[in-house]
């Protein structure tokens, strides 16, 4: 039994669906260019911090003893470098449109967020920085995971 609309009330309208052959829309495409950027700006800067870790660890405040997790910033450095590396090739990755790197990408940024918080009290601005880039990453590799690819 089918239901009519109250008197003087309007239909209800219910949105066209969408055929098959109709491209989605490419405003978010936007933001997964933005991503992969900001992996490679991310890794860029981890490798930075990585390099410095290596080289000229007297550079950083905090002992090695007021890190989070205790450990000399030798080891640090190399963490930081891999983690530059991961990034780098996941944003390369992204920008191509491949499925993998968005996974990749978003376990390179969660991971980045992690390691980042144990060398919050050594340099805390940084960590800030790198942490909210990596958050961002994170949403736009995922507000879109159903579209189709680049």
Not at 13 to 21: A, F, N, V
Request: one cysteine or more.
């Amino acid at each position: 039994m089918t239901e009519t609309p109250p008197v003087g009330s309007a239909p209800v309208q219910t949105p066209p669906l969408r055929r098959s052959s109709e491209k989605p829309s490419a405003a978010w495409r936007g933001w997964i260019v933005f991503a992969g950027l900001m992996l490679m700006v991310v890794g860029a800067f981890q490798a930075i911090e990585g390099l410095v870790a290596l080289f000229r660890d007297e550079y950083y405040v905090v002992t090695d003893n007021g890190l989070v997790v205790e450990m000399d910033y030798t080891g640090w450095g190399w963490i930081m470098l891999g983690l530059a590396v991961a990034n780098i090739l996941a944003g390369v990755g992204v920008l191509r449109g491949q499925t993998w790197a968005r996974i990749w990408a978003i376990a390179a940024a969660s991971l980045s967020v992690i390691v980042n918080l144990g060398f919050t009290s050594a340099y805390p601005l940084w960590v800030l920085m790198i942490v909210t880039l990596d958050i961002v990453i994170i949403y736009a590799m995922c507000v879109h995971w159903d579209e189709e690819r680049l």
